[in-house]
Nanobody
Framework: QVQLGESGGGLVQAGGALRLSCAAS??????MGWFRQAPGKEREFVAF????????NYADSVKGRFTISRDKTKNTVYLQMNSLKPEDTAVYSC????????????????????WGQGTQVTVSS
């Protein structure tokens, strides 16, 4: 049974930091990513990482503030979020793809086969 378990969300003041974790079990994935969805808005790509090479890609809105990383031995992906802003408030979900996706496609949620339940991140001003 494939499972993605997220943790690390919470409430933080603007300028603060949080670290999200996503532990995957049941399969080995090619690419894992983070997406977020704020109330009344569409799901938005945040970052992805290729599990073998470790190469990463970020949305412009988080570039320079967020860092995605992985621990292959634990099949776990992390999202370190620094300099948080109120507009970062959303439910953050990790996603995993068993097949390779090109860089232009890895931004799309439909590429990912499995999703976590989501974790709330709230940034107060």
């Amino acid at each position: 049974q494939v499972q993605l378990g997220e943790s690390g969300g919470g409430l933080v003041q603007a300028g603060g930091a949080l670290r999200l974790s996503c532990a995957a079990s049941g399969l080995t994935f090619s690419t894992m990513g983070w997406f977020r969805q704020a109330p009344g808005k569409e799901r938005e790509f945040v970052a992805f990482i290729r599990m073998n090479s470790g190469s990463t890609n970020y949305a412009d809105s988080v570039k320079g503030r967020f860092t995605i990383s992985r621990d292959k031995t634990k099949n776990t992906v992390y999202l370190q979020m620094n300099s948080l802003k109120p507009e970062d408030t959303a439910v953050y979900s990790c996603a995993a793809s068993t097949t390779y996706c090109t860089t232009s496609r890895c931004f799309r949620p439909e590429v990912y086969d499995y999703w976590g339940q989501g974790t709330q991140v709230t940034v107060s001003s």
